[in-house]
C-alpha cells in the first residue's frame, strides 16, 4: 500500500472519529452545565455514539495487529511501539470510551433518580 493511499485512509478514519467526539464532547459539556431539556435523549445519543466510537476502535484494532505483524522487527516490544505510532486512534478510541461511560453511567443514575 502507498503512502499517499495510508494518509488519505487515516485521513478518512480521522474524519469519522472527529464527527463522533465531537458529538460525544458536546453531550457531556451540555449535561456538565446542566443546560439540558431531555436528559433521556442526551443519554441515547451518548450511548450510541459510544458504539461508533466502538466500531473505530475495532478498525483501528484491526489495522494495529496488521502492523504488529508486519513488521519487520523480531522483538515483541519494538512491533508494539511501531504499532502504537502507525495507529494512535486505537489509544485513543479506548480512553475516550472509558470517559463516556462513566459519564452514561452518571446519567442513567440521574434518570432513575427522577
Keep these: 500500500m502507498s503512502w499517499v493511499c495510508l494518509v488519505k485512509m487515516k485521513a478518512k478514519i480521522l474524519n469519522v472519529m472527529d464527527k463522533i467526539l465531537s458529538t460525544i464532547t458536546s453531550i457531556i459539556e451540555t449535561y456538565e452545565m446542566g443546560n439540558f431539556k431531555d436528559?433521556?435523549?442526551?443519554?441515547?445519543?451518548l450511548t450510541s455514539n459510544m458504539y461508533y466510537l466502538t466500531n473505530e476502535q475495532v478498525k483501528a484494532r484491526s489495522k494495529w495487529l496488521e502492523v504488529y505483524y508486519n513488521s519487520k522487527s523480531t522483538v515483541n516490544a519494538v512491533k508494539e511501539r511501531e504499532a502504537d505510532k502507525q495507529v494512535p486512534e486505537l489509544y485513543l478510541c479506548r480512553k475516550i470510551y472509558e470517559a463516556a461511560k462513566g459519564v452514561a453511567i452518571s446519567m442513567s443514575l440521574e434518570i432513575k433518580l427522577n
Design 39 to 45: 436528559l433521556h435523549v442526551m443519554h441515547r445519543e
